[in-house]
């Protein structure tokens, strides 16, 4: 079946500091891949996205790498900002089931000043 | 567009009672879901539908229903509300037919409900 699997949280961070967390899956076919962002209080948004395979989806700084040889979509920042904390979910909709989306379990970011 | 717009926004519930969270979309998405989000268990697909008069179960459809009459709206129902159900509650929608830059599930606000 269909899944997502991402590190495990809370995760804190310094300011400028590099941001790795990481995101696996396991899919039927040819899924698109997706990170969503929630800050306090409010619902899911698009962070970014890939919908094939080595295609590398950006925005506000974050990258992320859809790597098929190890089902990877590792989101990434060189440099966090206070206003970044807040709780990142992987997440994965394949054709096989209609395109309905598969959530991680989120990870709660903190960054401090 | 307003995008996709849930009523109420916090919700206090007896144990037993029942209510209706409302949700609606204005982008004639075909594709609409109910999650719910509670602490360190991510979100879980309650309840979705691909089309009007077409819904499906997910993964914890238990004390809940739905129904799909028209293609924006998509109202979930707490049978008989009890305190296992006090979670924020999500409704999302999505073209399932959108590729490439257009391919993406839309979120609401949250409900954020407590059952006593």
């Known amino acids: 079946g269909n899944s997502v699997t991402q590190m495990e949280g809370p995760v804190t961070l310094s300011e400028e500091a590099f941001l790795t967390i990481n995101c696996t899956y396991t899919a039927t076919g040819y899924p698109s891949l997706f990170w969503y962002v929630q800050y306090p209080g409010e619902g899911l948004q698009l962070l970014l996205k890939?919908?094939?395979?080595?295609d590398k989806g950006s925005n506000k700084g974050f990258e992320a790498t859809y790597r098929k040889e190890t089902t990877s979509f590792h989101l990434e920042k060189g440099s966090v900002q206070v206003s970044d904390s807040a709780v990142y979910f992987c997440?994965?909709?394949?054709?096989?089931?209609?395109?309905?989306?598969?959530f991680g379990t989120g990870t709660s970011l903190t960054v401090i000043p | 567009n307003a995008g996709v717009t849930q009523t109420p926004k916090f919700q206090v519930l007896k144990t037993g009672q029942s209510m209706t969270l409302q949700c609606a979309q204005d982008?004639?998405?075909?594709?609409m879901s109910w999650y719910r989000q509670d602490p360190g268990m991510g979100l879980r697909l309650i309840h979705y539908?691909?089309?009007?008069?077409?819904?499906d179960q997910g993964e914890v459809p238990n004390g809940y229903n739905v129904s799909r009459s028209t293609t924006e709206d998509f109202p979930l129902r707490l049978l008989s509300a009890a305190p296992s159900q006090t979670s924020v509650y999500f409704c999302?929608?999505?073209?399932?037919?959108?590729?490439?830059?257009?391919?993406?599930?839309?979120f609401g606000p949250g409900t954020r409900l407590l059952v006593l």
């Open positions: 999302a929608s999505s073209d399932p037919s959108a590729r490439g830059a257009k391919e993406t599930q839309y």
């Open positions: 890939a919908t094939k395979a080595d």
């Open positions: 982008m004639n998405h075909e594709y």
């Open positions: 997440a994965l909709s394949a054709l096989n089931t209609g395109n309905q989306f598969y």
């Open positions: 539908s691909v089309g009007a008069g077409i819904t």
